[in-house]
């Protein structure tokens, strides 16, 4: 009914920049509050960012003043514009939005996750 597919994910140097996009598809009907989670191997699945629809942020301690969460409300489109990547940055991130669909009524879906590497 609802999917969500991430892109913009690579390998970068530290203190570069990437930026990820969620994009949104399927029976939707409005979609509420979107974010950006990220989860390292055998840890917690964590909150990078989230937005709601009338575009108030709320960022992870860890992120404040390096990303910018965003989004097009016109596109189903999430953004995560990440600026001066470090190291501990590196790992996979997931979009999560809360949709009120056609068939389905309203719940959570998560895209597939796409992979960020800082590296030099």
């Known amino acids: 009914q609802v999917q969500l597919v991430e892109s913009g994910g690579g390998l970068v140097q530290p203190g570069g920049s990437l930026r990820l996009s969620c994009a949104a598809s399927?029976?939707?009907?409005?979609?509420?509050?979107m974010g950006w989670y990220r989860q390292a191997p055998e840890k917690q699945r964590e909150l990078v960012a989230r937005?709601?629809?009338?575009?108030?942020?709320d960022y992870a301690d860890s992120v404040k003043g390096r990303f910018t969460i965003s989004r097009d409300n016109a596109k189903n489109t999430m953004y995560l514009q990440m600026n001066n990547l470090k190291v501990e940055d590196t790992t996979v991130y997931f979009c999560?939005?809360?949709?009120?669909?056609?068939?389905?009524?309203?719940?959570?879906?998560w895209g597939q996750g796409t992979q960020v590497t800082v590296s030099s």
């Open positions: 399927g029976s939707i009907v409005l979609i509420y509050d």
């Open positions: 937005i709601t629809r009338g575009g108030s942020t």
């Open positions: 999560n939005a809360d949709v009120r669909s056609l068939r389905g009524g309203r719940g959570g879906y």
